[in-house]
């Protein structure tokens, strides 16, 4: 960040008064600009015994699959943002029914947050960020060409927590990429 999004002066990165990390601060308007992390929202949408997927037509990951999920808008609940981004990107319609995962990615900043949906029909295509969609099995799944770890470890979970009679508590863990490996990262769950 070099100016002031408020006045258009320059900023520094200082430590302000009353506060213990360095922030971007405006030189003319003392602004303090606080960068916190994205709440990423999306869902697992459920039918039956099958779940929609997408085919990423953006990047990052173009042409691998995911479940649908994206940053929060001002103004939303995290379950409105999931039930969007799956009408955004696979145009269906779910009914959001509870908090899945929570997963912290501290190495980008962001904070996903994954619920249960079912599926309110089968009426769903390609939305303007995928290039296809469609429902999978456990033993259909993608597993070497989903986009994300993230995406992985829920659906890890929801398999192994379905095959286990059906009990679906909320999970919560950490993703860190480890240090100097590229697409390495390692899981932990709380």
């Known amino acids: 960040m070099k100016y002031c999004s408020s006045c258009g002066g320059s900023v520094v990165l200082r430590v302000p008064e009353g506060d213990n990390r360095p922030r971007h601060v405006c030189e003319q308007c003392q602004l303090i600009h606080y960068q916190n992390p994205k709440i990423v929202a999306g869902c697992i949408p459920i039918w039956q015994d099958k779940i929609l997927l997408c085919r990423r037509a953006i990047e990052p990951r173009y ?22 981004e799956t009408r955004e990107e696979a145009r269906a319609n779910v009914t959001i029914e509870s908090l899945y995962t929570l ?28 290039l296809e969609v469609a429902l999978f099995s456990e033993q259909d799944m993608p597993w070497e060409a989903l986009a994300f770890p993230v995406i992985r470890e829920t659906l890890k979970l929801y398999f192994s927590d379905r095959a286990q009679g059906g009990d679906f508590p909320v999970h919560v863990g950490d993703i860190e990429r480890l240090s100097g490996s590229g697409l390495s990262y390692r899981t932990a769950l709380l």
Do not use: K
């Not at 042409?63 to 969007?84: D, H, S």
């Not at 997963?103 to 939305?127: A, K, T, W």
């Open 63 to 84: 042409g691998l699959w995911t479940l649908p999920a994206g940053f929060m808008e001002n103004g939303e609940t995290t379950q409105q943002a999931a039930q969007r």
């Open 103 to 130: 997963f912290n990615l501290p190495h980008i900043d962001q904070v996903y947050m994954l619920f249960r949906g079912r599926l309110c029909d089968l009426e769903f295509s390609p939305g303007e960020e995928s």
